[in-house]
């Protein structure tokens, strides 16, 4: 399972940034995958997830600016991040759970200038 995430840069308040994540065909429509993130000096933290039963969750601290998808046809999940906050600074990092096996991408950094 490989995973990669693009898209991160440097925006100011109330910009827009879309995040995307190219993974192995191996990751099926039917696993989960996830967006994380993790600013300076705390813990990672999950941002929203994405499944086929499940459906879509959002953290509510970026609910009605953020929204995950996902193209199967070209294995990606997306973040389309509006209305982008200081807060929202962090390195962020795709998810996938396949057969109970969590497997990540390499960070992309995300700064939000204020």
């Known amino acids: 399972v490989q995973l990669q995430a693009y898209g991160g840069g440097l925006v100011q308040t109330g910009g827009s940034l879309t995040l995307s994540c190219i993974h192995s065909p191996s990751i099926s429509s039917t696993d989960v995958m996830a967006w994380y993130r993790q600013a300076p000096g705390k813990q990672r933290e999950l941002v929203a997830t994405?499944?086929?039963?499940?459906?879509?969750t959002l953290r509510p601290s970026v609910q009605g600016r953020f929204a995950i998808s996902r193209d199967n046809a070209k294995n990606t999940m997306y973040l389309q991040m509006n209305n982008l906050k200081p807060e929202d600074t962090g390195v962020y990092y795709c998810?996938?759970?396949?057969?109970?096996?969590?497997?990540w991408g390499q960070g992309t950094q995300v700064t939000v200038s204020s």
């Open positions: 998810n996938a759970i396949v057969r109970g096996v969590p497997s």
């Open positions: 994405i499944g086929a039963s499940a459906g879509k």
